[in-house]
């Protein structure tokens, strides 16, 4: 009778007045009954409802019989009436058909928790700052692969530029003594010296471009005069793979201020492209035209054409796209992405138009001078 008493008194004092959650549920996790904190804290009634229904898992769907199984206390969460959840110690006890759940919301395992927060912070600190160590090391090392490369690149370049020449020279004194397997030979020799110039040429402005370093000579430039000269070297070329390589009804344009020699690169990448993934007997058109406020040029072939998947790939560096020369010449990836750093270092921009089995068009924008922005600044405010 006593003792009875004494557990009644017991129940009534952990159920309806005790600061921590009590759960009385069946085998199968049903809560048969929850105390009134618990109540309170979830803000709904809990009876009926599956124990597992309360819980927040972070981790793996919550399993009775492993907890009951599980040695000392387990941290759970519990999603609180405001939404937010709340860890509590719970203990579980096997009482036959009933189970109680005890949770606990102490002191000590907040302070655990807490202290483990510390923990973690002061290791993403230290992670932090080994993550900023190697970033200045690999700016570093970045910094020295590019010397690397500029350094190398412009000592190939006066030497393979002499064998250039000398091979030119070789080439017209082989034609005009009708020596027709030596002028083939130096014709050759031309061709793949040129196209190593080409590749030194890309090399020395992408180390350039990258070190964030472009500084543009600007002059007064009739843009007809450039496209011709640089469509009269590539016309070498273009024969010789059987490609036909046109300028289109030039019309009189107003002159830009532009660096020369990095537009002539522009130009040049531009028309090589076209004429090395041409087919022979193709043809490539170049033409330039005045917008209302831009000079826009287009190289236009009637090549292989780019599938517009690959088109994200076209101006990084060092990407190609599978489009490959008919007669397997090879390159680097760069032109294009100098083509579109110079054409945006000019103001301009540059576009692709393409498809497959029909042709492919580049179109460069380069803008006008304009009442704010005139061409010509720099010479008046010398003389204002
Ligand atoms: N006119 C074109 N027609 C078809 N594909 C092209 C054309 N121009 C460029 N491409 C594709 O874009 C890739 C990148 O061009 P580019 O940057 O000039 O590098 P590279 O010529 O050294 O390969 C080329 O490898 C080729 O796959
Ligand atoms: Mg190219």
Not at 181 to 186: G, H
Not at 261 to 274: D, G, W
Request: net charge negative; glycine share 8%; hydrophobic share 40%.
């Amino acid at each position: 009778m006593h003792s009875n008493a004494i557990e009644s008194s017991l129940f009534s004092l952990v159920f309806d007045q005790a600061s921590f959650l009590a759960f009385v549920t069946d085998r199968e996790g049903t809560i048969l009954r929850a105390s009134r904190y618990a109540e309170e804290l979830i803000g709904r009634e809990l009876s009926g409802l599956p124990f597992a229904d309360i819980l927040i898992n972070f981790a793996q769907a919550f399993n009775l019989e492993q907890a009951l199984a599980a040695a000392g206390t387990q941290l759970l969460s519990v999603t609180m009436q405001n939404g937010k959840p709340q860890t509590f110690c719970f203990h579980f006890d096997d009482c036959g058909e009933r189970i109680l759940a005890l949770g606990d919301p102490t002191h000590h395992d907040n302070e655990a928790l807490h202290s483990s927060l510390i923990a973690l912070n002061g290791e993403v600190s230290n992670l932090n700052r080994e993550l900023q160590k190697k970033t200045v090391e690999l700016e570093k090392l970045n910094e020295l692969k590019s010397r690397f490369i500029g350094t190398t690149a412009h000592d190939l370049r006066n030497p393979i530029g002499g064998i250039y020449g000398l091979s030119k020279l070789l080439m017209e004194e082989a034609t005009a003594s009708g020596d027709e397997r030596y002028a083939e030979i130096f014709t050759e020799m031309r061709g793949s010296t040129g196209f190593m110039l080409g590749l030194i040429e890309n090399l020395l402005s992408a180390v350039t471009i990258e070190s964030g370093v472009m500084q543009l000579t600007l002059e007064a430039t009739d843009l007809n005069e450039l496209i011709a000269s640089n469509v009269r070297r590539n016309r070498i070329v273009a024969d010789a793979r059987g490609i036909g390589l046109h300028v289109a009804h030039a019309e009189p344009l107003p002159a830009i201020q532009l660096d020369r020699l990095k537009m002539h690169q522009v130009l040049n990448n531009l028309i090589s492209n076209a004429v090395k993934f041409s087919a022979r007997g193709s043809v490539v058109t170049v033409s330039a035209a005045r917008e209302s406020t831009a000079v826009v040029v287009a190289v236009e072939d009637r090549g292989p054409g780019i599938p517009a998947s690959e088109f994200q790939k076209l101006f990084t560096p060092f990407q190609q796209t599978t489009v490959r020369s008919p007669d397997g010449e090879a390159g680097s990836g760069l032109g294009l992405s100098i083509v579109k750093a110079i054409v945006e270092e000019h103001g301009g921009r540059i576009g692709v138009e393409s498809e497959v089995g029909v042709g492919t068009t580049f179109r460069v924008w380069l803008p006008l001078p304009t009442a704010r922005h005139p061409a010509n600044k720099e010479f008046s405010n010398d003389q204002g």
